[in-house]
Structure formats: C-alpha cells, structure tokens
C-alpha cells in the first residue's frame, strides 16, 4: 500500500498541489463564511476524488503485467471517485453518476473474470526433439514397450500390439506358455546362463551349428554376451532354434520368426536397442546403455541391411492397426504375420506350419456343414471373416486352440479384412491362386 500511495504521489502531485492551491486561495480570498465553506469542502472533495483517479491509475500501471489479480481495483476506485465528485458537483451530477455505473459495471465483470482460474496465454513452449542417444533408460523403454505393445503401459493388457508384432507370438508375462515362441519374460538372464551354454548354440564355433544359418552374416561370429545373444536372436532367427519352437518338420532347424529389421516390420537399431531395454528394466535390471546394445546390433547386421529411421508420424485413431488395407493383400498377409503360421497358395514367404493351410474356397463349405461346426457363418466369405475375427468358433483339427490370436478385428482394418477375404474365398485346392492385388 505505502508503494501504491507514493507512485501515486509522484504521478499526480502537480494536480493535488494546484488543488491544495485553490483550497487556500478560497480560505482566504472568500469573506462569505457560508461560500467559502462550501467552496473549501469542494476543493477538498476535490483533492480526494484526484487522489483517487491518480491511485486507479498507479494501481492499473503496477499490475498490468502482474498476477495478484488487483486491476478490478482500479475501476473500483474510479467508481468511488465518479459517484463521490456527483454528490458535490451538481452540475456534473449526471454525467458523472452514468460514467461511476458504467466503471462499476466494468469493475464487476473484470472482478468476476479474474476469480475465474487463469490460463496463461501466449506461444507454447519451442518443442526440444529427443534424440534417441540423449534418453534415459526409463524413457527408451518407455519408447520399447510403445514398439512391443502399441503404448505405454499396454504390457499388461491381453491383446495389446505394436509395430514390433511380438505379442503376435511371444509371451511375456511370467508363466504365460505360448505354442508359436518362447516366453521371453526373464530372457536377459535365462540368454547367459541357458542359452549361451547350450551346446546347439555354438558359441564361438558358428560353422558347427545343425540349423539352417550359421551365421547372421559372413564373418559375424556368434553372440559372446547375454545382450549380443539377444541381437543375433533379432537378426537372425534360424541361427539358433529354440528347442520345441521350430518350424514344423525342420527338426528345430528352422525359426518361425522372421527377422524383424527387414520388411515388414523394419524396426531400426534404436527401435531394437528402445525394446531390449524395456526388457531389462521391466525386470528390475540394469540395462546395457544405448551405445552397447546399438553396437551389439551392429556386430549381426551390416550396414546395408540396417533399415532407416523413418520421421515418427502423427498418433491417429488407426495409428495401432497393422494394415490399414491400402496395400496389396501380400503385404497385409506379411503385416499380419500370417505367412509365419500359414501355408497360403500364391503369397510369397507363406510357408507356416503353426495353422492350416488356407485354401478357403474350397475348406470354407466343407467347414461350415460340419457337426462341430459353431459358429454362425452362412458362407465361405462370412465363415472366412468369422475365422479372423473369432478363430476359437470352428478349431481346424489337428491344431489346438488358442494358437491363433483373436485380436485381427480390432489390429486390421476393414478395408485389409475384405482383401483377405476377398483372396482366401477365391483360394481352391487344385486351382491356380489368384492375382495378388
């Protein structure tokens, strides 16, 4: 308050000192008692309905740029000081009360404006791009389980998949036993001590290996390290099977995964070293820094088979699905990982054992009249769609159930889903495939 009267001082003191002026000019020059009364009393009137308006004005300077909320006051006082120069001034009696209501509206409307929470206005912040090198651990896993599962803090919702596809096949919960890959929950510790030892590994001895790569790449050697282990995994599936987990008929000689810096996935070494690092850290282990896991890729893949690293895009509502159904129905088929559990006559790659062969236009029918048969399709392109979107209505016999997973309807796209359907129903035994398109 003592700064707001003296900035008022020092800003209206030639008028409070022409007023105070007047104030002695009037005691002394008046001989009337009655008209000098009243014209002292108006003066002093006067000097405070000054004071006052140089107050308002020192108030609405001081806080302008303030946040104490405080520049109602200052139409507060102008109100004050309009209603208070009417009472004195009669001949201004009018105009000043119409001025003092409108301040008083004014001062309301600013007053309630203010009680209201205050946003602060003005331009965002510059936004600062991470650099993948420049993240802590917790923020690479973060970006990690975002490759894995789709989002932060997805890893434990069922059905839940990213770009990388892992769920596709992987389990990762503790005791969660899949058909189509091993579990990989306690991976960084079971590579050094089980896999690493395992004499079908080879460690350091490539050319002795039974499956049908022995090396990543000519001269890569073999992982020495639990972390180099999990690269040459990445990279090269088919040089080292995990028992029970091969492709069918191959003895364990053959990986179903496919190697996930190719296409379709196309993850790059940062994306590779973001999800390994989630895996350490979601088991409370300390992770290898970014450098060593992005030079453990480094030893398995050459240079001109490392993917580039594409501009992240936007997060829309189909940002999640694995085909949108813009592409050619081949490479939904390999988005999906469908070739990895399938044989499908006339797609390339498609040479999986996990599931039955998709030759719809002619099993579709036959399906649909069989006894077992419970679900609700009335024809092969309903019975086709139904096997997608709900795998568990009809279990093609050998194959167990729950092998396939039941998320298709939610990760495809309609339009990717008539593709597929669109080209089983047309897929019969003994008949040429058709066009891919």
């Known amino acids: 308050m003592g700064n707001l009267i003296s900035e008022t001082l020092s800003m209206g003191w030639m008028a409070l000192a022409i007023l105070a002026g007047l104030l002695v000019y009037f005691q ?28 308002a004005i020192a108030n609405y300077k001081n806080n302008f ?11 507060a006082l102008i109100t004050v000081t309009s209603f208070v120069m009417a009472m004195y001034f009669t001949n201004l009696g009018a105009l000043l009360k119409i001025g003092g209501f409108m301040f008083f509206v004014a001062a309301f409307l600013s007053g309630y404006g203010n009680w209201l929470p205050q946003v602060e206005g003005g331009f965002p912040p510059k936004e600062e791009k991470i650099t993948w090198d420049s993240m802590t651990p917790q923020q ?14 997805k890893s434990s919702v069922q059905g839940e998949i990213g770009k990388g596809q892992c769920p596709l096949c992987h389990g990762f919960q503790k005791g ?43 001269g890569c050697g073999t992982g020495t390290t639990a972390q180099e282990y999990i690269a040459e995994s990445h990279a090269c599936p ?14 364990d000689r053959e990986s179903q995964m496919p190697k996930i810096h190719k296409p379709p996935i196309s993850l790059s070494l940062p994306e590779l070293a973001a999800v390994d690092t989630w895996m350490y850290l979601r088991e409370g282990k300390e992770p290898p820094s970014f450098e060593e896991i992005v030079k453990s890729y480094e030893k398995f893949v050459p240079e001109s088979d490392r ?38 006559p006339g797609i390339p790659g ?25 679900g609700t399709a ?23 159930d729950n092998t396939m997973p039941k998320v298709f309807g939610q990760k495809l796209s309609a339009g990717a889903l008539k593709k597929i359907v669109d080209y089983l129903s047309q897929v019969k035994v003994g008949a040429p495939p058709p066009k891919i398109s």
């Open 378 to 400: 009335k024809s092969t392109t309903e019975y086709i769609m139904e096997s997608i979107v709900e795998p568990s209505a009809y279990v093609v016999k050998p194959f167990p």
């Open 28 to 55: 002394v020059s008046i001989a009337d008692p009655a008209a000098k009364k009243r014209a002292v009393f108006k003066t002093f009137i006067g000097i405070v309905g000054t004071f006052l308006l140089f107050m």
């Open 65 to 75: 740029y303030g946040e104490n909320r405080m520049l109602p006051a200052s139409l």
């Open 307 to 344: 993917p580039k690293e594409q501009e992240d895009k936007p997060a829309g509502p189909a940002s999640a699905l694995l085909a949108d159904g813009s592409e050619p129905v081949d490479q939904i088929f390999a988005k999906g990982q469908c070739v990895s559990c399938h044989v499908i």
């Open 140 to 153: 690479l896993a973060d970006k990690g389980e975002e490759i894995i599962f789709g989002g932060i803090g």
């Open 238 to 251: 088919n040089c080292y099977v995990v028992a029970g987990f091969g492709l069918k008929g191959s003895n």
């Open 350 to 374: 498609a040479v999986g054992t996990i599931g039955p062969k998709l030759e719809e236009g002619t099993n579709a029918p036959l399906r649909i009249k069989d006894p077992a048969y419970k």
């Open 176 to 218: 969660f036993l899949s058909e189509r890959a091993p579990n990989l929950y306690g991976l960084p510790e079971r590579a050094e001590k089980e896999r690493l030892s395992d004499p079908r590994y080879s460690m350091n001895a490539p050319a002795k290996r039974d499956t049908v790569e022995k090396e990543a790449c000519p």
